[in-house]
């Protein structure tokens, strides 16, 4: 059982946008930065989004963050097929000192 | 070119002992936290341990504490993480990321498996 909870299926056909949330509680999400990783099964996970809805260089303006209050969401917009990946949410959680996850949502291109 | 290579992973008996390395480079080492972030077969991230730059620092998921070890080697570009009374649930793969000002993960290795079973 994940700290933060996530879908854990999400899917999509190419073009449209794809929301993928993420609930926490006030002592992560509520008080911390939240970021976002994509892997590919079998390959290393890769930051996405940064301290909340930054984009690291390289990642496309078709994916943004958003927070508000105890929850966060990741969008994608203008869905590729290489977009298909398990995404995680993750912030830092102060009642439990260190870093929670949330369990992942794969992400379909049908 | 800026990389973390993980090593040391392997097969391990219930009860037994394993000790994964980190070797970074391309980059400052001793200026970055770092830690390690585990995986089991098919399921999703789990954060095991963090050190800051100087080892001033240490946190541990709570399920890990008292069996395992994490630290650091900044004359040699060293992560290291000391793993003891292993579990058949310590089954997975092992990260290591970089951290940025203790905000976000934006560096990770391929990882090292490591298999607990008799």
């Known amino acids: 059982q994940s700290v933060l909870t996530q879908p854990p299926s999400a899917s999509g056909t190419p073009g449209q946008r794809v929301t993928i949330s993420c609930s926490g509680s006030?002592?992560?999400?509520?008080?911390?930065?939240v970021n976002w990783y994509h892997q590919v099964p079998g390959t290393a996970p890769k930051l996405l989004i940064y301290?909340?809805?930054q984009r690291p260089s390289g990642v496309p303006d078709r994916f943004s963050g958003s927070k508000s209050g105890t929850s966060a969401s990741l969008a994608i917009s203008g869905l590729q097929s290489e977009d298909e990946a398990d995404y995680y949410c993750?912030?830092?959680?102060?009642?439990?000192?260190?870093?929670?996850f949330g369990g992942g949502t794969k992400l379909t291109v049908l | 070119e800026v990389q973390l290579v993980e090593s040391g992973g392997g097969l391990v008996k219930p009860g037994g002992s394993l000790r994964l390395s980190c070797a970074a480079s391309?980059?400052?080492?001793?200026?970055?936290?770092m830690s390690w972030v585990r995986q089991a077969p098919g399921k999703g991230l789990e954060w095991v341990s963090s050190?800051?730059?100087?080892?001033?620092?240490?946190y541990y998921v709570d399920s890990m504490k008292g069996r395992f070890t994490i630290s650091r080697d900044n004359a040699r570009d060293s992560l290291y993480l000391q793993m003891n009374s292993l579990r058949a649930e310590d089954t997975a793969i092992y990260y290591c990321?970089?951290?940025?000002?203790?905000?976000?993960?934006?560096?990770w290795g391929r990882g090292t498996l490591v298999t607990v079973s008799s």
């Open positions: 990321a970089r951290e940025i000002r203790s905000r976000y993960f934006d560096l």
């Open positions: 391309g980059f400052t080492f001793s200026t970055y936290a």
């Open positions: 050190i800051s730059s100087s080892s001033g620092y240490i």
């Open positions: 006030s002592s992560n999400i509520g008080t911390n930065i």
């Open positions: 301290n909340n809805n």
């Open positions: 993750a912030a830092w959680d102060d009642s439990l000192n260190g870093w929670v």
